[in-house]
């Protein structure tokens, strides 16, 4: 009695691959190969793909790329991403939509790495910045100033990432060595006003009042003098700020907000002494403990080994409430007070 199964049988090609698998080793599944158009059929399509053999589209893939060969006729040209190398008759399945999209992300990196000015359209705003679009990806640009939406900016890549679809675009470095000249009016020490033109999680972007060519960056340890999560949690775009410039380099200009108020941890010292008691609220944990928001602006660390690891922390401690502490130390140099929870 014959006995039948569910395992797929192998094709030529496929038996090729698996027997002969260093002939084959140079066209690899991920990789852009150019695809001729041999044959539209209703639900599917087929491709010469020169010294490779043919090409099959079908499937999702078919019907994600119906715009994209709708008006392609025979014997044209396209870009194809190899899907599989023993597809649907043994041939090898291919995805245009996937080709359209890495295609795109190589020419940026193109654009990027050779620091090309290109002119795009502000499309759009939001509390971070402006969004305008890259082939057919949409981009970020820290600039706050809605008036721009609508009109065409000169741009250069900043950062990009298509695992993530993250494409930064900055004006500022388009504008070149105008901005270079720009900057060396100024100096370190300067305090400048400025306009909140844009909000990441790393830090906020300002623009120079009297000079809004000039975009600084306030680095996320620069903006307090307190532990913040995010520059959004004391900023808002379009707020004015006094800001010191505290580094210019290459036209890049580093700037402070907290340089320009007091630093409580002059004072730690004469406020806190070790042995004390104080009361203090958990802030948040991480890997080492969990920080305490104290009086002054200051905070403590209680270190994870006084409950023996960090989830038996998380069982005795609840952030945002308040507990009792005992100081074992006060290291003001190193912005440093070492609690420990009073048993």
């Given at each position: 009695m014959a006995v039948i199964t569910n395992k797929r049988l192998t094709s030529p090609i496929g038996q090729l691959i698996k027997n002969e698998a260093d002939l084959v080793s140079f066209l690899k599944i991920g990789d852009l190969i150019e695809a001729r158009l041999l044959k539209k059929a209703p639900r599917r399509i087929y491709f010469d793909l020169g010294k490779f053999g043919t090409?099959?589209?079908?499937?999702?893939?078919?019907?994600?790329?119906?715009?994209?060969v709708k008006d392609l006729e025979l014997d044209s040209l396209i870009s194809a991403k190899v899907a599989d190398?023993?597809?649907?008759?043994?041939?090898?399945?291919?995805?245009?939509?996937?080709?359209?999209?890495?295609?795109?992300?190589?020419?940026?990196?193109?654009?990027?790495?050779?620091?090309?000015?290109?002119?795009?359209?502000?499309?759009?705003?939001?509390?971070?910045?402006?969004?305008?679009?890259?082939?057919?990806?949409?981009?970020?640009?820290?600039?706050?100033?809605?008036?721009?939406?609508?009109?065409?900016?000169?741009?250069?890549?900043?950062?990009?990432?298509?695992?993530?679809?993250?494409?930064i675009l900055s004006e500022k470095e388009a504008v070149g060595e105008n901005l270079k000249e720009l900057v060396s009016k100024y100096a370190v020490g300067d305090v400048v006003d400025g306009v909140i033109s844009g909000l990441a999680d790393f830090g906020a972007f300002v623009r120079f009042v009297d000079t809004p060519a000039i975009e600084g960056l306030v680095h996320i340890s620069e903006i307090d003098h307190r532990l913040i999560d995010s520059p959004k949690e004391v900023l808002k775009v379009d707020e004015s700020v006094k800001v010191k410039i505290i580094d210019i380099?290459?036209?890049?200009?580093?700037?402070?907000?907290?340089?320009?108020?007091?630093?409580?941890?002059?004072?730690?010292?004469?406020?806190?002494?070790?042995?004390?008691?104080?009361?203090?609220r958990l802030s948040k944990f991480?890997?080492?403990?969990?920080?305490?928001?104290?009086?002054?602006?200051?905070?403590?660390?209680?270190?994870?080994?006084?409950?023996?690891?960090?989830?038996?922390?998380?069982?005795?401690?609840?952030?945002?409430?308040?507990?009792?502490?005992?100081?074992?130390?006060?290291?003001?140099?190193?912005?440093?007070?070492?609690?420990?929870?009073?048993?």
């Amino acid at each position: 009695m014959a006995v039948i199964t569910n395992k797929r049988l192998t094709s030529p090609i496929g038996q090729l691959i698996k027997n002969e698998a260093d002939l084959v080793s140079f066209l690899k599944i991920g990789d852009l190969i150019e695809a001729r158009l041999l044959k539209k059929a209703p639900r599917r399509i087929y491709f010469d793909l020169g010294k490779f053999g043919t090409g099959i589209l079908y499937g999702s893939e078919f019907l994600n790329a119906r715009n994209l060969v709708k008006d392609l006729e025979l014997d044209s040209l396209i870009s194809a991403k190899v899907a599989d190398l023993d597809g649907e008759e043994g041939l090898v399945e291919l995805s245009l939509a996937g080709a359209h999209k890495q295609k795109n992300w190589q020419e940026l990196k193109e654009w990027r790495d050779s620091g090309e000015v290109l002119e795009v359209k502000v499309i759009g705003a939001n509390s971070g910045g402006l969004v305008a679009e890259v082939n057919q990806i949409k981009a970020f640009l820290p600039v706050s100033l809605r008036k721009f939406v609508g009109q065409d900016l000169k741009v250069k890549i900043l950062d990009f990432n298509p695992r993530t679809t993250k494409l930064i675009l900055s004006e500022k470095e388009a504008v070149g060595e105008n901005l270079k000249e720009l900057v060396s009016k100024y100096a370190v020490g300067d305090v400048v006003d400025g306009v909140i033109s844009g909000l990441a999680d790393f830090g906020a972007f300002v623009r120079f009042v009297d000079t809004p060519a000039i975009e600084g960056l306030v680095h996320i340890s620069e903006i307090d003098h307190r532990l913040i999560d995010s520059p959004k949690e004391v900023l808002k775009v379009d707020e004015s700020v006094k800001v010191k410039i505290i580094d210019i380099k290459d036209g890049q200009v580093s700037l402070s907000i907290k340089a320009l108020t007091p630093n409580p941890w002059d004072k730690a010292g004469e406020v806190f002494r070790a042995g004390e008691e104080i009361g203090g609220r958990l802030s948040k944990f991480n890997p080492f403990g969990a920080y305490i928001s104290l009086d002054h602006d200051l905070h403590g660390l209680v270190h994870v080994s006084e409950f023996g690891g960090l989830e038996e922390m998380k069982k005795e401690l609840e952030p945002g409430k308040e507990y009792r502490f005992i100081i074992e130390s006060v290291k003001p140099e190193e912005k440093r007070i070492i609690l420990k929870i009073k048993k």
